[in-house]
């Protein structure tokens, strides 16, 4: 190996030997002390030409380089602990609405089955507290709540906070009762009594 290889390529691998430390978390700057045979050439380390080792290939593998600082780098530091809660304490739980007092008129109070428009697969049950469960017949509830009634309009009130107004007409011709509900954002729906 001439001089000027030496020079340039010792101090090359001395730096991507201290980074590849550095990013394994060995960054002791002890590791580092020159070994036996290495003096200063030109501001770096390097295998001394007097050294012991005879033959010219055999000191090429000896690449300790000078007593550098290791980067500091996010590997080589030390993670910053974070406080830790329990899941309970982290979770919010944000406060059930106050549901106002249903109030509906007689002809409401009952389970209802239908769906949109004259389609089935939907009921809703309304009780003479004005309380009301809407949902799916195969089981699933859509919404729960309270509902507020008069001949007319309905607002029905859900427990997640929604709110939601409806027409209504009450029919009977000759025995077959229908209730017609439009609802405001889920369009109309027809039910007859189960």
Do not use: H
Request: charged share 15%; glycine share 12%; with cysteine.
């Amino acid at each position: 190996m001439d001089m000027r290889c030496r020079t340039v390529c010792v101090p090359l691998l001395v730096l991507l030997l201290s980074f590849l430390t550095a990013a394994c978390g060995k960054g002791n700057d002890s590791q580092w002390a020159s070994p036996t045979g290495y003096v200063p050439v030109n501001g770096a380390e390097s295998p001394s030409v007097a050294s012991d080792a005879g033959a010219s290939g055999a000191t090429a593998s000896k690449t300790a380089g000078p007593k550098t600082a290791s980067p500091k780098t996010a590997a080589s530091q030390a993670p910053a602990k974070r406080a830790t809660t329990s899941p309970a304490a982290r979770k919010t739980t944000k406060p059930k609405p106050q549901l106002p007092a249903g109030s509906v008129p007689d002809f409401l109070v009952g389970s209802w089955s239908g769906g949109p428009g004259d389609q089935s697969g939907r009921y809703l049950t309304i009780t003479s507290s004005g309380k009301y469960e809407r949902g799916f017949s195969s089981g699933g509830v859509e919404s729960s709540g309270t509902v507020i009634a008069d001949e007319n309009v309905a607002t029905f009130y859900d427990r997640s906070g929604g709110r939601e107004r409806a027409g209504l007409t009450y029919t009977d011709a000759a025995g077959i009762i229908v209730l017609s509900v439009d609802y405001a954002e889920q369009g109309y729906y027809s039910y007859v009594p189960v």
